[in-house]
């Protein structure tokens, strides 16, 4: 149970922080494009699925695993448009936008598994909320 508890601390740690690093990066630096570029606000779509899947998910650790591969998808989507559309150019070159966009995916995808391994206990495949106080020694309900 220790070990799910953590894994739960780990991917909603990793996540908070892949959004926080994104919400920085994106607007000041610039992901598509130089800094102040438009196509950058494509980046709320990621945020608003990550918001939205976890009002949903009420933060328990299945729900919350789909919320981070949605986001993933989010942030693919936002970079697949950017390259068909030609966007950010000609500071931001494909192998670029590629790249850091993919280093988002990949934190994404890395909380969504750790979150997935929060979901299940050893004693089963009964779901944890990350306030249950249960021993692991007790029977599944």
């Known amino acids: 149970m220790k070990t799910n508890r953590k894994a739960y601390r780990y991917a909603f740690a990793l996540a908070l922080g892949a959004s926080f690093l994104l919400a920085l990066v ?5 992901l598509i ?6 196509a950058n606000a494509m980046y709320i779509g990621v945020f608003a699925v990550g918001g939205v ?22 942030q693919a989507v936002v970079a697949a448009i950017a390259l068909l559309g030609g966007l950010g150019r000609p500071w931001s070159g494909p192998l ?3 790249l850091s966009n993919g280093f988002f995916v990949v934190l994404f995808v890395g909380s969504a598994r750790l979150f997935r391994r929060a979901a299940t206990s050893s004693a089963g495949d009964r779901e944890i909320s990350p306030c249950d106080s249960t021993s692991a020694y007790t029977s599944p309900r």
Do not use: F, Y
């Open 96 to 98: 670029e936008i590629v």
């Open 33 to 38: 494009g130089a800094d102040g570029d438009p």
């Open 26 to 30: 994106s607007p000041g630096v610039g």
């Open 53 to 74: 899947g976890a009002l949903v998910s009420r933060l328990r650790p299945r729900g919350m695993a789909r919320t981070l591969v949605g986001m993933a998808v989010a």
